[in-house]
Protein backbone atom coordinates (compact mmCIF):
# COMPACT_ATOMS: atom_id res chain seq x y z
CA UNK A 1 0.00 0.00 0.00
CA UNK A 2 2.73 2.39 0.78
CA UNK A 3 4.63 1.22 -2.30
CA UNK A 4 1.51 2.41 -4.21
CA UNK A 5 1.35 5.70 -2.89
CA UNK A 6 4.72 6.24 -3.20
CA UNK A 7 4.48 5.53 -6.98
CA UNK A 8 1.29 7.85 -7.08
CA UNK A 9 3.49 10.91 -5.62
CA UNK A 10 6.50 9.75 -7.81
CA UNK A 11 4.38 9.73 -10.85
CA UNK A 12 3.06 13.24 -10.44
CA UNK A 13 5.56 15.03 -9.71
CA UNK A 14 7.24 13.42 -12.27
CA UNK A 15 4.05 15.03 -14.17
CA UNK A 16 4.73 18.49 -12.40
CA UNK A 17 8.13 18.36 -13.54
CA UNK A 18 7.66 17.77 -17.03
CA UNK A 19 4.86 20.41 -17.37
CA UNK A 20 6.79 22.72 -15.97
CA UNK A 21 9.79 21.71 -18.50
CA UNK A 22 7.46 22.20 -21.24
CA UNK A 23 6.16 25.26 -20.35
CA UNK A 24 10.01 26.98 -19.78
CA UNK A 25 11.23 25.12 -23.21
CA UNK A 26 8.12 26.10 -25.24
CA UNK A 27 7.72 30.31 -23.92
CA UNK A 28 4.55 29.25 -22.25
CA UNK A 29 3.88 32.19 -19.54
CA UNK A 30 1.26 33.62 -20.04
CA UNK A 31 1.71 37.17 -21.50
CA UNK A 32 -1.00 40.36 -22.61
CA UNK A 33 -0.08 41.64 -25.72
CA UNK A 34 -3.12 43.88 -25.75
CA UNK A 35 -4.81 45.19 -22.01
CA UNK A 36 -7.99 47.02 -21.17
CA UNK A 37 -7.71 51.05 -20.96
CA UNK A 38 -9.51 53.62 -18.93
CA UNK A 39 -12.20 54.81 -21.58
CA UNK A 40 -15.13 57.66 -21.13
CA UNK A 41 -18.13 55.41 -22.56
CA UNK A 42 -21.23 56.63 -24.39
CA UNK A 43 -24.85 55.87 -22.81
CA UNK A 44 -26.92 53.40 -24.77
CA UNK A 45 -23.92 52.58 -27.62
CA UNK A 46 -21.48 49.86 -27.80
CA UNK A 47 -18.54 49.53 -25.72
CA UNK A 48 -15.63 47.82 -26.33
CA UNK A 49 -12.36 46.76 -23.99
CA UNK A 50 -9.52 44.86 -25.43
CA UNK A 51 -7.96 42.36 -23.86
CA UNK A 52 -5.23 39.80 -26.26
CA UNK A 53 -3.17 37.20 -24.54
CA UNK A 54 0.35 35.13 -26.17
CA UNK A 55 0.68 31.45 -24.61
CA UNK A 56 -0.18 28.08 -25.30
CA UNK A 57 -3.61 27.24 -25.72
CA UNK A 58 -6.59 26.64 -24.83
CA UNK A 59 -6.79 29.78 -22.89
CA UNK A 60 -9.63 30.78 -21.51
CA UNK A 61 -10.65 34.31 -20.69
CA UNK A 62 -12.79 36.09 -18.30
CA UNK A 63 -13.89 39.50 -17.06
CA UNK A 64 -14.36 41.52 -13.45
CA UNK A 65 -15.70 44.41 -12.84
CA UNK A 66 -15.49 45.94 -9.33
CA UNK A 67 -13.55 42.70 -8.49
CA UNK A 68 -16.88 40.11 -9.25
CA UNK A 69 -16.85 38.09 -12.00
CA UNK A 70 -18.96 39.12 -15.51
CA UNK A 71 -22.08 36.95 -16.55
CA UNK A 72 -21.60 36.39 -20.29
CA UNK A 73 -25.45 37.00 -21.28
CA UNK A 74 -27.76 39.16 -24.10
CA UNK A 75 -25.85 42.59 -22.45
CA UNK A 76 -22.13 41.17 -22.59
CA UNK A 77 -20.22 39.32 -24.89
CA UNK A 78 -16.48 37.89 -24.65
CA UNK A 79 -14.66 37.38 -28.20
CA UNK A 80 -12.64 34.47 -29.00
CA UNK A 81 -9.44 37.09 -29.00
CA UNK A 82 -10.44 38.58 -25.01
CA UNK A 83 -12.02 40.99 -26.13
CA UNK A 84 -15.50 42.13 -24.32
CA UNK A 85 -18.47 43.82 -25.72
CA UNK A 86 -21.32 45.16 -24.37
CA UNK A 87 -23.52 45.89 -26.18
CA UNK A 88 -25.44 48.86 -24.87
CA UNK A 89 -23.55 50.77 -22.51
CA UNK A 90 -25.51 52.21 -19.60
CA UNK A 91 -24.74 54.24 -16.45
CA UNK A 92 -27.84 53.07 -14.46
CA UNK A 93 -29.72 49.78 -15.30
CA UNK A 94 -33.46 49.30 -14.42
CA UNK A 95 -32.54 47.11 -11.92
CA UNK A 96 -30.31 50.00 -10.05
CA UNK A 97 -26.80 48.56 -11.27
CA UNK A 98 -24.12 49.92 -13.38
CA UNK A 99 -22.06 48.77 -16.32
CA UNK A 100 -19.54 52.01 -15.29
CA UNK A 101 -16.71 50.50 -12.48
CA UNK A 102 -13.06 48.76 -12.70
CA UNK A 103 -12.57 46.01 -15.44
CA UNK A 104 -9.62 43.37 -15.41
CA UNK A 105 -9.56 40.78 -18.03
CA UNK A 106 -8.05 37.29 -16.65
CA UNK A 107 -6.65 34.60 -18.77
CA UNK A 108 -5.57 31.00 -18.04
CA UNK A 109 -4.33 28.12 -19.43
CA UNK A 110 -2.80 25.02 -18.20
CA UNK A 111 0.41 26.58 -17.01
CA UNK A 112 -0.60 29.43 -15.19
CA UNK A 113 -2.86 32.75 -14.88
CA UNK A 114 -2.47 36.25 -15.18
CA UNK A 115 -4.44 39.22 -14.96
CA UNK A 116 -4.58 42.36 -16.58
CA UNK A 117 -4.32 45.77 -15.19
CA UNK A 118 -7.79 48.22 -13.80
CA UNK A 119 -9.53 49.80 -16.48
CA UNK A 120 -11.76 52.36 -15.18
CA UNK A 121 -15.17 52.61 -17.27
CA UNK A 122 -17.00 56.41 -16.64
CA UNK A 123 -20.45 57.06 -18.61
CA UNK A 124 -19.65 60.53 -20.59
CA UNK A 125 -21.63 63.20 -18.64
CA UNK A 126 -22.46 66.87 -18.83
CA UNK A 127 -23.95 69.51 -15.91
CA UNK A 128 -25.47 72.26 -16.28
CA UNK A 129 -24.07 75.68 -16.55
CA UNK A 130 -22.84 76.50 -12.94
CA UNK A 131 -21.63 80.31 -14.21
CA UNK A 132 -24.12 81.79 -16.98
CA UNK A 133 -22.45 84.91 -18.77
CA UNK A 134 -23.47 88.24 -17.89
CA UNK A 135 -24.74 90.98 -19.61
CA UNK A 136 -22.12 93.62 -20.28
CA UNK A 137 -22.06 97.80 -20.71
CA UNK A 138 -18.54 98.28 -22.26
CA UNK A 139 -17.54 102.03 -24.39
CA UNK A 140 -15.90 102.03 -27.54
CA UNK A 141 -12.29 100.85 -27.74
CA UNK A 142 -12.77 99.41 -24.53
CA UNK A 143 -12.70 96.12 -23.57
CA UNK A 144 -15.90 93.13 -22.81
CA UNK A 145 -15.57 89.96 -21.22
CA UNK A 146 -17.86 87.16 -20.93
CA UNK A 147 -17.57 83.90 -19.04
CA UNK A 148 -19.37 80.87 -17.99
CA UNK A 149 -18.62 77.48 -16.68
CA UNK A 150 -19.61 73.98 -17.11
CA UNK A 151 -18.93 70.72 -15.42
CA UNK A 152 -18.93 67.18 -17.55
CA UNK A 153 -16.93 64.07 -18.38
CA UNK A 154 -14.90 64.59 -20.31
CA UNK A 155 -13.99 68.01 -20.04
CA UNK A 156 -16.52 70.01 -22.44
CA UNK A 157 -14.99 72.31 -25.11
CA UNK A 158 -16.09 75.56 -25.00
CA UNK A 159 -17.42 77.79 -27.63
CA UNK A 160 -19.59 81.10 -28.23
CA UNK A 161 -22.12 81.99 -30.66
CA UNK A 162 -23.26 86.13 -31.20
CA UNK A 163 -27.04 86.20 -32.40
CA UNK A 164 -26.89 82.73 -32.96
CA UNK A 165 -24.14 82.58 -35.10
CA UNK A 166 -20.46 81.11 -34.08
CA UNK A 167 -18.28 83.99 -33.04
CA UNK A 168 -15.30 84.48 -35.38
CA UNK A 169 -12.44 83.48 -33.30
CA UNK A 170 -9.53 84.68 -36.32
CA UNK A 171 -10.61 88.01 -35.33
CA UNK A 172 -7.65 89.15 -33.82
CA UNK A 173 -10.06 91.46 -31.12
CA UNK A 174 -11.79 88.22 -29.98
CA UNK A 175 -9.53 85.85 -27.60
CA UNK A 176 -11.16 82.42 -26.55
CA UNK A 177 -9.01 81.22 -23.47
CA UNK A 178 -9.08 77.49 -22.91
CA UNK A 179 -10.75 78.28 -19.50
CA UNK A 180 -13.89 79.13 -21.82
CA UNK A 181 -13.52 83.06 -21.22
CA UNK A 182 -14.21 85.52 -23.83
CA UNK A 183 -12.49 88.82 -24.26
CA UNK A 184 -13.14 91.32 -26.59
CA UNK A 185 -10.57 93.90 -26.60
CA UNK A 186 -10.69 97.53 -29.08
CA UNK A 187 -14.71 96.93 -28.96
CA UNK A 188 -17.05 98.70 -31.51
CA UNK A 189 -20.54 99.22 -32.05
CA UNK A 190 -20.53 95.80 -34.48
CA UNK A 191 -19.84 93.93 -31.41
CA UNK A 192 -23.39 94.62 -29.87
CA UNK A 193 -25.19 91.90 -29.72
CA UNK A 194 -26.30 88.56 -27.96
CA UNK A 195 -23.89 86.16 -26.90
CA UNK A 196 -24.27 82.71 -25.61
CA UNK A 197 -21.49 79.88 -24.09
CA UNK A 198 -22.10 76.44 -26.29
CA UNK A 199 -20.99 73.41 -24.33
CA UNK A 200 -20.09 70.37 -25.83
CA UNK A 201 -18.43 66.72 -25.04
CA UNK A 202 -19.43 62.99 -26.08
CA UNK A 203 -22.60 63.22 -23.94
CA UNK A 204 -24.02 66.21 -25.67
CA UNK A 205 -24.63 69.53 -26.60
CA UNK A 206 -25.90 72.70 -24.10
CA UNK A 207 -26.00 76.27 -24.42
CA UNK A 208 -25.80 78.74 -21.76
CA UNK A 209 -28.60 82.12 -21.34
CA UNK A 210 -27.75 84.36 -23.60
CA UNK A 211 -25.98 87.83 -22.16
CA UNK A 212 -26.21 91.09 -24.27
CA UNK A 213 -22.99 93.16 -24.84
CA UNK A 214 -24.51 96.84 -25.41
CA UNK A 215 -21.53 99.35 -26.65
CA UNK A 216 -21.85 103.37 -26.17
CA UNK A 217 -19.72 106.20 -26.94
CA UNK A 218 -17.09 106.98 -29.20
CA UNK A 219 -13.54 105.93 -29.40
CA UNK A 220 -12.04 108.54 -26.52
CA UNK A 221 -8.78 110.78 -26.81
CA UNK A 222 -8.88 111.96 -23.21
CA UNK A 223 -6.13 109.85 -21.04
CA UNK A 224 -7.23 107.35 -18.96
CA UNK A 225 -5.18 105.62 -15.94
CA UNK A 226 -4.40 101.95 -16.52
CA UNK A 227 -7.26 99.87 -15.10
CA UNK A 228 -6.91 96.10 -14.46
CA UNK A 229 -10.10 94.77 -14.83
CA UNK A 230 -9.79 90.83 -14.30
CA UNK A 231 -6.43 89.75 -12.63
CA UNK A 232 -4.66 86.26 -12.18
CA UNK A 233 -6.52 83.77 -9.80
CA UNK A 234 -4.47 81.78 -7.47
CA UNK A 235 -3.69 77.87 -8.79
CA UNK A 236 -3.47 75.02 -7.38
CA UNK A 237 -2.01 72.63 -9.94
CA UNK A 238 -0.17 69.18 -10.63
CA UNK A 239 2.22 69.15 -12.73
CA UNK A 240 1.49 68.73 -16.49
CA UNK A 241 -1.22 70.38 -16.44
CA UNK A 242 -1.76 73.88 -18.40
CA UNK A 243 -1.84 77.22 -16.30
CA UNK A 244 -4.23 79.93 -17.63
CA UNK A 245 -3.08 83.59 -15.87
CA UNK A 246 -5.65 85.57 -17.09
CA UNK A 247 -4.68 89.22 -17.32
CA UNK A 248 -7.46 92.08 -19.09
CA UNK A 249 -6.59 95.96 -18.36
CA UNK A 250 -8.03 99.20 -19.94
CA UNK A 251 -7.03 102.76 -20.28
CA UNK A 252 -6.11 105.50 -22.40
CA UNK A 253 -3.59 105.00 -24.49
CA UNK A 254 -4.16 101.24 -24.25
CA UNK A 255 -1.67 99.86 -21.63
CA UNK A 256 0.80 97.18 -22.70
CA UNK A 257 0.69 94.04 -20.44
CA UNK A 258 3.56 92.46 -19.39
CA UNK A 259 4.23 89.33 -16.41
CA UNK A 260 6.79 88.65 -14.04
CA UNK A 261 7.47 86.88 -10.68
CA UNK A 262 7.68 88.53 -7.62
CA UNK A 263 10.90 86.61 -6.67
CA UNK A 264 12.99 87.99 -9.48
CA UNK A 265 13.35 84.77 -11.26
CA UNK A 266 12.63 84.43 -15.19
CA UNK A 267 9.76 83.33 -16.03
CA UNK A 268 11.70 81.53 -19.20
CA UNK A 269 10.66 80.70 -22.65
CA UNK A 270 9.61 77.03 -23.36
CA UNK A 271 6.26 76.65 -22.80
CA UNK A 272 5.02 80.14 -22.27
CA UNK A 273 2.50 81.70 -24.91
CA UNK A 274 0.71 84.83 -24.70
CA UNK A 275 -2.57 84.86 -25.47
CA UNK A 276 -4.63 87.97 -26.90
CA UNK A 277 -3.10 91.10 -25.39
CA UNK A 278 -2.20 90.06 -21.96
CA UNK A 279 -2.81 85.99 -20.83
CA UNK A 280 -0.20 84.21 -19.76
CA UNK A 281 -0.68 79.82 -20.96
CA UNK A 282 2.29 78.12 -19.15
CA UNK A 283 1.79 74.64 -20.92
CA UNK A 284 2.97 71.41 -19.19
CA UNK A 285 3.95 73.26 -16.09
CA UNK A 286 6.62 71.50 -13.36
CA UNK A 287 7.31 72.58 -9.71
CA UNK A 288 9.97 74.87 -10.65
CA UNK A 289 6.56 76.85 -12.33
CA UNK A 290 5.04 77.79 -8.50
CA UNK A 291 5.70 81.10 -7.16
CA UNK A 292 3.51 84.68 -7.28
CA UNK A 293 3.27 86.14 -11.22
CA UNK A 294 3.00 89.55 -11.51
CA UNK A 295 0.50 91.07 -14.38
CA UNK A 296 1.32 94.51 -14.98
CA UNK A 297 -0.42 97.42 -16.85
CA UNK A 298 1.75 99.83 -18.25
CA UNK A 299 1.10 103.16 -19.48
CA UNK A 300 3.05 103.67 -22.54
CA UNK A 301 6.19 105.68 -22.69
CA UNK A 302 5.58 105.97 -18.92
CA UNK A 303 6.28 104.16 -15.91
CA UNK A 304 2.38 104.57 -14.80
CA UNK A 305 1.78 101.18 -14.03
CA UNK A 306 -0.50 98.87 -12.24
CA UNK A 307 -0.93 95.26 -11.11
CA UNK A 308 -2.18 92.27 -9.71
CA UNK A 309 -0.79 89.32 -8.72
CA UNK A 310 -1.66 85.46 -8.36
CA UNK A 311 0.12 82.99 -6.62
CA UNK A 312 0.54 79.03 -9.03
CA UNK A 313 1.37 75.97 -6.42
CA UNK A 314 2.36 73.39 -8.81
CA UNK A 315 2.08 69.99 -6.60
CA UNK A 316 4.26 66.74 -7.80
CA UNK A 317 3.80 63.11 -8.26
CA UNK A 318 4.28 59.90 -6.05
CA UNK A 319 7.47 58.49 -7.42
CA UNK A 320 7.67 54.59 -6.54
CA UNK A 321 11.91 54.18 -6.45
CA UNK A 322 11.87 51.16 -4.66
CA UNK A 323 9.67 48.14 -3.89
CA UNK A 324 10.53 44.95 -1.53
CA UNK A 325 8.02 42.29 -1.15
CA UNK A 326 8.22 39.47 1.92
CA UNK A 327 5.81 37.05 0.00
CA UNK A 328 5.24 34.76 3.61
CA UNK A 329 4.19 37.63 5.52
CA UNK A 330 2.88 39.57 2.91
CA UNK A 331 4.43 42.29 3.61
CA UNK A 332 5.09 45.23 1.13
CA UNK A 333 7.78 48.20 1.29
CA UNK A 334 7.51 51.27 -0.98
CA UNK A 335 10.00 54.30 -1.37
CA UNK A 336 8.67 56.98 -2.41
CA UNK A 337 9.43 60.28 -3.42
CA UNK A 338 6.86 63.67 -3.66
CA UNK A 339 9.10 66.11 -5.94
CA UNK A 340 6.44 69.04 -5.36
CA UNK A 341 6.68 71.95 -2.81
CA UNK A 342 3.84 70.82 -0.45
CA UNK A 343 5.29 69.46 2.57
CA UNK A 344 4.57 65.92 3.53
CA UNK A 345 2.58 65.93 7.09
CA UNK A 346 1.92 62.00 7.42
CA UNK A 347 3.41 58.85 6.59
CA UNK A 348 1.61 55.31 6.88
CA UNK A 349 2.62 51.31 6.31
CA UNK A 350 0.31 49.25 6.23
CA UNK A 351 0.28 45.06 6.51
CA UNK A 352 -2.15 43.05 4.34
CA UNK A 353 -2.14 39.48 6.60
CA UNK A 354 -3.33 36.39 5.46
CA UNK A 355 -6.54 35.32 6.39
Known amino acids: MASTRRQCLVSCCLGILLNALIGAVLGAELSFKLEPSDIIAVQEQPLMLHCQVDGIPPITTQWRRNGLLLAQDRHHTTFINGSLLIVHFQKTKPDGSSDE ?73 YTLLPTGVLQITGVRGEDSGKFCCVAHNSAGVKHSAEALLTVSGSQSSVYQEPV ?11 VHQTAILECVATGYPRPIVS ?48 TAQGRLVVQGEFSIKSVFRFSNSCFFFFFCMWPGTAEVTEYRTAQNEAA
Open 101 to 173: GDYECMAQNSFGRVVSRKARIQAATMADFHVQPESVHAEESGVARFQCQIHGLPEPVISWEKDRRPVDTTNER
Open 228 to 238: ILVGPENLTLT
Open 259 to 306: WSRLDGRPIGVEGIQVLGTGNLMISDVGVQHSGVYVCAANKPGTRVRR
